[in-house]
C-alpha cells in the first residue's frame, strides 16, 4: 500500500483509531494489498475488468474487521463485493480472511466511504449499498458527525442502478433509527422496503453486542425509486 495521506472531509463521520497491526494483520497488507486491495484515486472503477463478471455489485461501508462481510461473500458467489473501511487493523483482518478463503469476489478500498463514492463509482452501477451499524453519534451537539445525512443518501441513491437496487442500514440505536426513517421517507428516491424484503444476512460484531445489551435491531432498506425523476 503507497503512503498516501487519506483525504479527509471537514467534518468526519468516524474517528481514526491508531492501533498496533497484529503480525498476522502486517502480513497480509504487506503480501496481498496488490491482489485484494485498490487503491484510491481519482478514477471511476471497470466493475467488468475489476472482478472480471458482470455480476451484481454490492458495496459494504465500514465492514470492521471483515468477518460478516467475508461470510456473506462466500455465500453469494453470484455476486461481487467492495468493501470500503478507514480503520486500518480491520482492513488487514479482511484482507488475511480474503486470503485464506480464496475468494475472487471481495475486494477492499482502505478510504472515506463518500470521496470514493465521488470519485471511484460510476452512477447507476451498485446493486445494493449496505451500511451496518454505523456510528449513531448520540449526543446533539454530535448529530453534524452522522454518516446519514441528506446529500449523502441522495450521493448512494446516484449510484445505485435501476434493478431493484437497495440502501440497506442497520442500527441499535432507536433514536438514529427514527432519524434515518424520517430522513430518507422525506424525499423521493427511495421506497421504504424495510418489511417486505428478505434480511437474511450474517451478524456482525456490533449488532451482537447491542443484542446483549437488549437493544432492538432495526433493518431499514430502502429501494431505490426508479420513478422519480
Known amino acids: 500500500m503507497k503512503n498516501n495521506v487519506i483525504l479527509l472531509r471537514k467534518i468526519r463521520s468516524f474517528m481514526i483509531r491508531r492501533r498496533k497491526l497484529t503480525k498476522k494483520q502486517q502480513i497480509a497488507i504487506n503480501n496481498y494489498w496488490l491482489e485484494i486491495g485498490i487503491e484510491f484515486k481519482f478514477e471511476l472503477i471497470n466493475f467488468t475488468a475489476l472482478f472480471k463478471s458482470n455480476k451484481p455489485v454490492i458495496i459494504e461501508v465500514g465492514f470492521g474487521m471483515g468477518n460478516s462481510l467475508v461470510a456473506m461473500a462466500q455465500d453469494n458467489p453470484d455476486q461481487n463485493f467492495l468493501g470500503v473501511e478507514v480503520y486500518l487493523p480491520g482492513v488487514c483482518n479482511c484482507i488475511a480472511e480474503v486470503k485464506t478463503a480464496e475468494l475472487r469476489n471481495l475486494r477492499i478500498i482502505y478510504h472515506d466511504i463518500t470521496e470514493v463514492l465521488e470519485n471511484m463509482i460510476p452512477d447507476n452501477s451498485i446493486h445494493k449499498v449496505q451500511l451496518f451499524c454505523p456510528d449513531p453519534w448520540p449526543k446533539t451537539r454530535h448529530?453534524?458527525?452522522?454518516?446519514?445525512?441528506?446529500?449523502?443518501?441522495?450521493?448512494?441513491?446516484?449510484?445505485?442502478?435501476?434493478h431493484g437496487s437497495i440502501f440497506h442500514i442497520v442500527t441499535d440505536c432507536e433514536?438514529?433509527?427514527?432519524?434515518?426513517?424520517?430522513?430518507?421517507?422525506?424525499?423521493?428516491?427511495?421506497?421504504?422496503?424495510?418489511?417486505?424484503?428478505?434480511?437474511?444476512?450474517?451478524?456482525?460484531?456490533?449488532?451482537?453486542?447491542g443484542k446483549i445489551l437488549g437493544h432492538k435491531i432495526w433493518d431499514l432498506i430502502f429501494e431505490k425509486n426508479n420513478e422519480h425523476k
Not at 433509527?177 to 427511495?190: E, F, M, Q, T, V
Not at 421506497?191 to 449488532?207: D, L, V, W
Open 143 to 162: 448529530h453534524k458527525r452522522r454518516i446519514i445525512n441528506l446529500p449523502f443518501i441522495n450521493l448512494v441513491n446516484k449510484k445505485l442502478n435501476s
Open 175 to 209: 433514536n438514529y433509527a427514527h432519524y434515518i426513517i424520517k430522513l430518507i421517507n422525506s424525499i423521493d428516491n427511495y421506497r421504504n422496503q424495510s418489511s417486505k424484503i428478505s434480511k437474511n444476512r450474517p451478524i456482525t460484531k456490533f449488532e451482537q453486542r
